[in-house]
């Protein structure tokens, strides 16, 4: 778990261009937001994004495989599938 950005225990250093700073300046200005908060938030949810985007989107060549086999070769509706996609507003 991410500890909350009030916690500042530990540094982060980089080094830019000042066309790029003053990108980042701009933006941060934009949404009333000083720099570094502007830096932290944005690269927070973006590692939150990339870590789920791996846990969901990893699969193995030959799981991958089986996956698209299933979808080109899917097999027949069940009863009960039937059922649930006759049922009031599943198309809806």
Excluded: H, Y
């Excluded at 009030?6 to 980042?24: G, V």
């Excluded at 300046?25 to 949810?45: R, V, W």
């Excluded at 649930?84 to 507003?89: E, S």
Aim: net charge neutral; glycine share 2%.
């Amino acid at each position: 778990m991410l500890a909350t950005i009030d916690s500042k225990d530990a540094r982060i250093e980089f080094k830019t261009s000042k066309d790029i700073k003053t990108l980042l300046q701009e933006a941060a200005n934009c949404l009333g937001m000083d720099l570094s908060s502007f830096l932290i938030s944005t690269a927070t949810q973006r590692a939150k994004d990339v870590m789920i985007d791996d846990k969901i989107l990893r699969l193995s060549k030959q799981k991958w495989e089986n996956f698209e086999k299933e979808l080109e070769n899917p097999k027949p509706a069940t009863k009960e599938l039937k059922e649930l996609m006759n049922m009031k507003g599943f198309d809806a």
